[in-house]
Nanobody, 122 residues
Framework: QVQLVESGGELVQAGGSLRLSCAAS????????MGWFRQAPGKEREFVAV????????YYTQSVKGRFTISRDNAKNTVYLQMNSLKPEDTAVYYC???????????????WGQGTQVTVSS
């Protein structure tokens, strides 16, 4: 069992930056690939980024490439999402999730956090 707790979401102006954190409980964090997803009001949840167990591989959805960076610290059981050059369309609840697979598909994720709100004002 893995419990995930996100933090770092807040209101920020367009062009600004935020770093989201996701702290995991348990001693098995390094066994999981970790993903970030987001859900905007009235929209379906969408994939944002994924990082492999060892941190050597990452993948991003096209709309955030070059602006967002996913990273992890297995010693701290934490995954991060550094978000730069934020746009109003990045406004959403951001979720971290853990999967046995290196995947962009939300159904393949076994554990989810409760989410953190990111609001980008224009």
């Amino acid at each position: 069992q893995v419990q995930l707790v996100e933090s770092g979401g807040e209101l920020v102006q367009a062009g600004g930056s935020l770093r989201l954190s996701c702290a995991a409980s348990g001693r098995t964090f390094s066994r999981y690939n970790m993903g970030w997803f987001r859900q905007a009001p009235g929209k379906e949840r969408e994939f944002v980024a994924v990082i492999a167990r060892d941190g050597d591989n990452t993948y991003y959805t096209q709309s955030v490439k070059g602006r967002f960076t996913i990273s992890r610290d297995n010693a701290k059981n934490t995954v991060y999402l550094q978000m730069n050059s934020l746009k109003p369309e990045d406004t959403a609840v951001y979720y971290c999730a853990a999967s046995r697979y290196y995947t962009t598909t939300s159904d393949d994720y076994d554990y989810w956090g409760q989410g953190t709100q990111v609001t980008v004002s224009s």
